[in-house]
């Protein structure tokens, strides 16, 4: 690194330290992304990174990094204690405070555990932040500060003023011995997507950059091929294509040339042009990887059931960095429910990448598929301090927290998706299911209904609104909803066991007594097994058959590793103690599902 690179380097450095003291962290947290993509090893960096993130937990992560490079970095060690992640004492590292039970049948939904008082720093919030800064004397004195951040000038699109979309409430007061504080949560109201919402590119602070191309290198009339890419970068392709034949007439066998030109036919869906464009440029190089991952894109933009994995691979083959050509396959891979194959692909453009903000997203997100969602966590924070400017990973980490049942730290990123990907059912999914784990059932049912105006014959959206009208106490509709969603995939547990259960609260045991012994065949674990049966002799009871209801009991009572609420209320009822069929009788949520279709 030159001396006018360090100078440069030196200068952000300061405005960003600077911009801290100032109160703003949008600007704060833009600077120190573009150092750290510059320097991933400067532990100045990754301090003063932990001190405008949006949460302890991001802020652990940057401290952590330092203690990776620098083991007795004295700083980032305090910061941990005062987390209560180190003991300074011995050295120990500590758990996160985080305790996890899954919810009896019993309970609400939105009684959930806690990681105790995170998402310090939040854009979407006005509230006091705790940053740990460090300072570093002339004469080598350290010392570290508590500062409080107020980011109220921050304005989220959906809280600024004279919008009446989102509204702050409380949320569920858990009774936990590690959560004692409510903490506001937005709560969707009318739309989370006002028409004068501001730019998204405005909202990060960040200036948005294109990618950059694969691999083009120098070649005759390089101002003509410069332009090319500049034009279509700009949109402007006819301008590219003059410039593209320009450079052909003077290199008729360049491969990128005529890779670039096929690239221009396919974004004017000129699609046989951009096919023989992509071919011409296979048969002068066969080894130029971007020609097979080009044809590979026109095949899915063309023909979506066109197997094009098989080009992707080739492209790999002959460029096992081509990280584009990981990205992309392993998104066919998950397409095809294939998770683990894609966190493979993931893993290996991440040994390659380490610090490629959407590859950590895409890692992130095949992880959470895979049951690793606390890595999956790490590294979506790690590619949000990177660059903040990509949607997805706004998604990856509402699923990451949803995933992790931590519901509420999961709304804030999930609203910033959902404005500005409105069309995207995946975010108003998972937004659905984080307001029912927060216990905002009627803000639930809105969102689920997004999901479903999306599409209508939804699987997914239609489960997440039946479940969101259960909770509510709308029976009926919660019934119309779920039988969609159970007629389409009768072998699923995870739609036959809520539609039982809703038909039995809409007051119709008998449909409920069938349904739910459909669940207990599908069930893939005892707690889902014992579930379903449960519910199944609360059936047989309203139905007014409590000899069946007695087998049902009697079964669940022998049940191996059946949990201690079933066990308790079979022995209650078989005991003569059975409450009278009804509402007090009937358990009113449902165990949260985690099997996929």
């Excluded at 985080?98 to 998402?119: C, F, L, T």
């Excluded at 993931?346 to 049951?371: C, F, H, K, S, Y």
């Excluded at 739910?516 to 047989?540: C, F, H, I, P, T």
Aim: charged share 20%.
């Amino acid at each position: 690194m030159d001396l006018s690179t360090d100078m440069a380097e030196d200068t952000m450095f300061s405005e960003a330290v600077s911009a801290v003291h100032a109160g703003e962290v949008m600007r704060a947290r833009d600077l120190l992304s573009r150092l750290l993509r510059a320097d991933s090893s400067n532990a100045d960096y990754w301090l003063w990174m932990s001190a405008v993130v949006d949460s302890e937990r991001e802020s652990v992560f940057c401290l952590r990094s330092i203690t990776k490079m620098h083991p007795n970095h004295p700083l980032a060690k305090l910061g941990l204690s005062v987390m209560g992640q180190v003991s300074l004492a011995n050295g120990r590292e500590g758990t996160l405070k985080q305790q996890r039970s899954i919810p009896m049948p019993h309970q609400s939904a939105g009684r959930i555990n806690s990681m105790g008082e995170w998402w310090k720093v939040h854009r979407n919030r006005e509230n006091a932040a705790m940053a740990i800064l460090g300072f570093a004397a002339v004469t080598v004195i350290l010392a570290i500060v508590i500062l409080q951040v107020r980011i109220s000038a921050i304005q989220m699109p959906f809280l600024s003023p004279g919008h009446t979309a989102v509204a702050a409430v409380p949320s569920v007061t858990i009774t936990s011995t590690t959560e004692s504080v409510a903490r506001p949560v937005p709560t969707l109201r009318e739309t989370v997507n006002p028409s004068n919402q501001i730019p998204f590119s405005t909202f990060v602070g960040v200036i948005l950059t294109p990618t950059s191309w694969y691999v083009l290198t120098p070649m005759p009339l390089t101002n003509a091929f410069s332009q090319a890419i500049q034009a279509y970068d700009e949109g402007r392709y006819d301008d590219a294509l003059n410039d593209l034949r320009q450079v052909l007439s003077v290199d008729p066998k360049s491969a990128q040339a005529h890779y670039l030109s096929a690239e221009v036919y396919r974004k004017q869906w000129k699609m046989k042009e951009a096919l023989d464009e992509y071919e011409l440029a296979i048969s002068l190089d066969s080894n130029y990887a971007p020609a097979y991952f080009g044809r590979a894109m026109w095949s899915k933009q063309n023909n979506p059931d066109n197997d094009y994995v098989k080009d992707l691979t080739l492209a790999l083959g002959h460029d096992p960095n081509f990280i584009d050509a990981y990205i992309e396959r392993a998104e066919w891979y998950s397409d095809r429910g294939d998770w683990e194959t894609a966190r493979q692909d993931m893993e290996r453009a991440e040994q390659i990448a380490p610090d490629n903000a959407l590859v950590l997203i895409r890692l992130g997100r095949a992880q959470i598929q895979t049951n690793q969602a606390d890595k999956a966590l790490d590294n979506i924070i790690r590619a949000q301090i990177i660059d903040p400017t990509i949607l997805e990973g706004y998604l990856a980490m509402g699923e990451a927290y949803d995933e992790l049942k931590l519901y509420s730290q999961a709304v804030s990123p999930l609203l910033v998706y959902t404005t500005y990907g409105p069309e995207e059912i995946a975010g108003w999914l998972r937004l659905g299911e984080a307001y029912r784990g927060i216990a905002q059932y009627s803000e639930a049912v809105t969102v689920c209904s997004h999901a479903v105006d999306l599409d209508v014959n939804s699987v997914d959206a239609r489960l997440c609104r039946g479940l969101a009208f259960r909770l509510t106490g709308q029976f009926g509709a919660a019934v119309d909803d779920l039988k969609i969603a159970a007629d389409k995939t009768p072998n699923w547990y995870v739609s036959q066991f809520p539609y039982g259960c809703a038909l039995l609260e809409a007051g119709q045991p008998a449909l409920a007594v069938t349904t739910l012994g459909n669940a207990v065949k599908l069930a893939s674990s005892v707690d889902e097994e014992a579930d379903a049966m449960g519910w199944q002799a609360l059936a047989y009871e309203a139905y007014n058959s409590f000899d069946s209801a007695k087998v049902v009991w009697n079964k669940l009572m022998t049940l191996a590793g059946v949990s201690d609420y079933w066990k308790t209320t079979a022995y209650v009822h078989l005991n003569g103690a059975t409450p009278t069929p009804g509402a007090n009788a009937t358990p009113v949520g449902t165990p949260t599902a985690t099997q996929k279709p």
